[in-house]
């Protein structure tokens, strides 16, 4: 059973505009939230975090949102830059040990 | 270097034959997991060690499958009696407590 779901496999953006990658979790218990964005042929690599006591996380260009009682997040990049065009996964814990990933949505930004 | 480091990169093996592969962590971090992603999945969790102790298994990881971390830092995966549907990335994480993992680049595991 696919406990965090990312419904959009794919996105496409224009250059400069912003890009919002959405996710939805089921556990009640998921505590602590992490977005990953993965290049072929490379490990992901760990994007920006959030737990459950905020609602809003930024770093740069970068900000990622949780909203509790409707268990789902959403991370917004903005502006969007071609160099941004990768697989964006978000993950959830309870007690932050073994996270549960989605399937991922391939952002393409177009320049 | 300081990242997650995995060896081999790539292996392809004969079903019926028996692989392993190995992970090193970023040194001062005591937590290491391993994950196996597929083809248009994300990763999903195999087992996680809390320096040498192995904490946590998957019910995915079946009775071929063993990890190890001896002394706590590297960790080995060894897989037995190789099946077709063993072919997938296997990632290895580290991390210091709880918090953003750090990847490796995977070992992308086909059995022929």
């Known amino acids: 059973d696919q406990q965090v779901k990312q419904n959009s496999p794919s996105l496409s953006v224009q250059e400069g505009r912003i890009s919002i990658l959405n996710c939805d979790y089921t556990n009640s218990m998921f505590d602590y939230f992490l977005w990953y964005k993965k290049y072929p042929a490379e490990g992901p690599t760990f994007l920006i975090s959030i737990s459950s006591i905020k609602d809003k996380n930024e770093d740069g260009r970068f900000t990622v949102f949780l909203n509790k009682s409707a268990k789902h997040l959403s991370l917004h990049i903005v502006p969007s830059q071609p160099g941004d065009s990768a697989v964006y996964f978000c993950a959830a814990s309870a007690q932050g040990n073994q996270f549960y990933f989605g399937t991922g949505t391939s952002l393409t930004v177009i320049p | 270097d300081t990242g997650v480091s995995q060896n081999p990169r790539h292996k392809i093996t004969k079903r019926g034959q028996n692989v392993t592969f190995r992970c090193d962590p970023i040194?001062?971090?005591?937590?290491l997991y391993w994950y196996r992603q597929t083809l248009g999945q994300g990763p999903e969790f195999l087992t996680y060690f809390q320096n040498e102790a192995q904490l946590e298994k998957s019910r995915l990881l079946s009775d071929r499958f063993s990890a190890e971390r001896p002394k706590g830092s590297f960790s080995t995966l060894e897989i037995q009696r190789t099946e077709q549907g063993d072919s997938a990335m296997y990632l290895c994480?580290?991390?210091?407590?709880?918090?953003?993992?750090?990847f490796g680049s995977g070992t992308r595991l086909t059995v022929v």
């Open positions: 994480a580290s991390s210091l407590e709880v918090g953003g993992y750090t």
């Open positions: 040194s001062e971090h005591n937590r």
